[in-house]
């Protein structure tokens, strides 16, 4: 998977934007960050997931996706490695992150 293909992605998700925050592009819902792309570097990504779909995930696509270190990683943000990525994981993993931010925003 490359970049711009993670960016299509998180972007086909409704109502999701493309913003920055520190340095990075970042994915949102109703204003909350659901994904980043180049995190901790350039051909990865980070996708924030309630902590037992990332625990699930590392564990089933150990190959892909990995917790990010320390309290971040224990909260369910969750590291991907682009290149080893699979679009059908990573669509599942962006839609679960998606609708748990979606969920959390005020209603209109």
């Given at each position: 998977?490359?970049?711009?293909?993670?960016?299509?992605?998180?972007?086909?998700?409704p109502e999701a934007v493309e913003l920055a925050h520190m340095g990075h592009p970042d994915f949102r819902?109703?204003?909350?960050?659901?994904?980043?792309?180049?995190?901790?570097?350039?051909?990865?990504?980070?996708?924030?997931?309630?902590?037992?779909?990332?625990?699930?995930?590392?564990?089933?696509?150990?190959?892909?996706?990995?917790?990010?270190?320390?309290?971040?990683?224990?909260?369910?943000?969750?590291?991907?490695?682009?290149?080893?990525?699979?679009?059908?994981?990573?669509?599942?993993?962006?839609?679960?992150?998606?609708?748990?931010?979606?969920?959390?925003?005020?209603?209109?």
């Amino acid at each position: 998977m490359t970049a711009e293909q993670f960016r299509r992605l998180a972007l086909s998700l409704p109502e999701a934007v493309e913003l920055a925050h520190m340095g990075h592009p970042d994915f949102r819902v109703g204003g909350k960050i659901f994904a980043t792309l180049g995190y901790p570097r350039a051909g990865w990504a980070m996708i924030k997931l309630p902590p037992e779909d990332a625990a699930f995930l590392v564990r089933t696509h150990p190959d892909t996706f990995s917790p990010v270190k320390g309290a971040w990683g224990r909260a369910g943000c969750t590291n991907l490695e682009l290149r080893v990525a699979r679009a059908g994981p990573v669509r599942e993993a962006l839609t679960i992150a998606w609708q748990a931010r979606a969920a959390k925003r005020p209603p209109r």
